[in-house]
């Protein structure tokens, strides 16, 4: 069974930093994708940042050069780097595994995630 559990959040000033981790039980697939959503209030939930096997990396514009997405060698550890931290950051941030394509040239960050963790909540304060 696959359960993934995230830790980390909390509330920070906005240019604050703050390290989400993502624990990853139950999961052996070594060729699909990991990654972390967030869900602003009001708003649907979005990928912002995604990771393959091979640490290759994708970002969602909002928050490029500011967050950094990193796994341990066993994708046991999904891990989310977060800095320059903006009020439009708060929101609840979900890690997410086995993501697989909906078509062809679609980001990995728009991939369809078979699994979500819980959430944990992040708030930035201007």
């Known amino acids: 069974q696959v359960q993934l559990m995230e830790s980390g959040g909390g509330s920070v000033q906005s240019g604050g930093s703050l390290r989400l981790s993502c624990a990853v039980t139950g999961y052996t697939s070594t060729s699909r994708f990991l990654a972390w959503f967030r869900q602003a209030p009001g708003k649907e939930r979005e990928g912002i940042a995604s990771?393959?096997?091979?640490?290759?990396?994708t970002y969602a514009d909002s928050v490029k050069g500011r967050f950094t997405i990193s796994q341990d060698t066993a994708r046991r550890t999904l891990s989310l780097q977060m800095n320059s931290l903006k009020s439009d950051d708060t929101g609840m941030y979900y890690c997410?595994?086995?993501?697989?394509?909906?078509?062809?040239?679609?980001?990995?960050?728009?991939?369809?995630?078979?699994?979500y963790g819980q959430g944990t909540q992040v708030s930035v304060s201007s």
């Open positions: 997410a595994a086995d993501g697989i394509p909906r078509g062809w040239g679609i980001p990995p960050i728009e991939y369809e995630y078979n699994y």
């Open positions: 990771i393959d096997s091979d640490d290759t990396t």
